[in-house]
């Protein structure tokens, strides 16, 4: 499963996503990770939750971040929730063809690992692909 979260900033998206995990740390039986773009989260979700800071790897697209979500997966195969938070921000792009390609990989990825994913994207939900829609 996959879900996007979009709106623009400032509209809560991020509290949202921490008490996304909170629950799923609760509710769910496997890790807990969560991606996102600057070490700023710390303090806000329980230590349950394997926090990553995207800027210490220098992402540049989204074959990048494919091959550091799949790094995770073969180093713990007990993950059953990513979180990504501000896509568009950790990968350096803005909403394309590419951006389609990557929520259909997270959706078979899913399907084939029993990994959910939830991901935000800051920008008007207009701005979504019909694809992207999908997943809204």
């Not at 989204?62 to 995770?72: N, R, T």
């Amino acid at each position: 499963m996959v879900k996007l979260i979009m709106g623009l900033k400032g509209s809560g998206k991020t509290k949202q996503m921490i008490n996304l995990a909170t629950a799923a740390v609760q509710e769910e039986q496997g890790d807990i990770v969560f991606i996102e773009k600057k070490p700023k989260l710390t303090f806000d979700l329980p230590h349950k939750v394997r926090l990553i800071d995207a800027s210490q790897y220098d992402i540049d697209g989204y074959d990048y971040l494919k091959g550091l979500i799949c790094g995770l997966h073969s180093s713990n195969y007990d993950i059953s929730h990513i979180f990504i938070d501000s896509l568009l921000q950790i990968i350096k792009r803005g909403v394309d063809e590419q951006t389609d390609e990557f929520f259909g990989w997270c959706d078979r990825f899913s399907n084939d690992k029993q990994i959910m994913f939830t991901i935000t994207i800051s920008q008007d939900i207009n701005a979504a692909t019909p694809k992207m829609k999908m997943y809204v």
